[in-house]
């Protein structure tokens, strides 16, 4: 390994890019899939990792014809690699927001359940208050969108909370309830006062697993009463196909009032039904890395959404 001294007497400093590149294949133990990822070539990666190793004067990867595995010194400098690059990105997170608010891209993630019902209301909110703000919208389920966040992948998500995520601050907007959505004609159809406890035994269809929508029913039927383990019928990925077989007479399910009217105004195959107070409901939020350079900006942010969201059949929440 050649030494890790300029020809002057000084330590080599590695570059970012280098670091970069080190980092990915670090991640994915793969080049293809870690040059794809930076979006760099293979012989450019491969040459950049080479020219850190050259840099530090250690061996960071045991490269073998059919995979790629972190040296001991590779495992060590891997950890601090990723930390310097955080610290880098921090850096020019913080010259861009002390440069001007609400300019630049903002990457939203939010979640299926929402992004139909309230994107409408986001978009027109950024059009005319922040035009130079390049909205960027990521529709993931919840899990990706926390593992985008934390990764610096997204920089705010709008989604149902609580999250109970460390480093992550929610912001919340509003709480809104859930309506029960059956066939034309089901018994509980047209009531104001429905009691929970008439979930027990409905069919229930519900969201394929993963979305948070699912659980927070299953929650809501536990309180119920409903019993660990009953029957429930889940084979739909989205809103619209989950009401399409409510429709089709397989059964009742329940729907965030924000959904309401896109998912069910043109079905005359549909009835509908509230629940008696405390009525189940969900609060939706924003959530952000806590400490983000942008906190006062996406705080203002919240605040203007609030406002925006004080048309729809929901409770404004938050200062």
Same mark, same amino acid.
């Given at each position: ?15 970012? !890019? ?30 950049? &990792? ?26 060590? &400098? ?16 913080? !010259? ?84 029960? &959505? ?54 739909? !990925? ?63 942010? !919240? ?13 404004? &929440?938050?200062?």
């Amino acid at each position: 390994m050649v030494s890790p001294v300029s020809p002057g007497g000084r330590p080599r400093q590695p570059s970012l !890019a280098q670091l970069r590149a080190f980092a990915a294949v670090a991640e994915h133990l793969h080049f293809r899939e870690a040059a794809a990822e930076i979006g760099m070539s293979q012989p450019a990666l491969s040459g950049a &990792v080479s020219a850190l190793e050259e840099a530090l004067g250690v061996q960071l990867l045991e490269r073998t014809t059919r995979k790629v595995l972190l040296s001991p010194a590779g495992e060590r &400098v891997a950890a601090r690699a990723r930390t310097v690059l955080e610290a880098v990105g921090d850096l020019l997170e913080e !010259a861009e927001a002390a440069r001007a608010p609400f300019t630049g891209a903002l990457r939203l993630g939010v979640i299926p359940t929402v992004a139909p019902y309230l994107l409408p209301a986001v978009l027109r909110l950024t059009h005319g208050s922040y035009p130079d703000l390049d909205l960027q919208v990521h529709e993931e389920q919840t899990a990706s969108l926390l593992e985008g966040l934390t990764a610096g992948r997204l920089d705010l998500l709008l989604l149902a909370v609580p999250l109970g995520v460390p480093n992550v601050t929610e912001l919340p907007l509003f709480d809104e309830d859930f309506v029960l &959505v059956a066939p034309k004609d089901h018994w509980l159809g047209g009531r104001a006062d429905i009691p929970r406890e008439a979930l027990k035994e409905l069919d229930l269809l519900l969201l394929d697993e993963g979305h948070c929508l699912r659980d927070q029913a299953l929650d809501i039927c536990r309180e119920a009463g409903r019993e660990e383990g009953a029957p429930v019928t889940t084979s739909a !990925a989205g809103l619209s196909t989950l009401v399409q077989l409510v429709a089709g007479g397989l059964g009742v399910t329940l729907l965030p009032r924000t959904a309401l009217r896109v998912e069910t105004a043109r079905n005359d195959l549909l009835t509908t039904g509230y629940f008696a107070d405390p009525q189940p409901s969900r609060t939706i939020a924003l959530a952000m890395r806590t400490g983000t350079a942008r906190a006062a900006e996406f705080e203002e942010f !919240a605040g203007a959404l609030r406002g925006a969201m004080r048309l729809l059949p929901v409770r404004v &929440v938050g200062g």
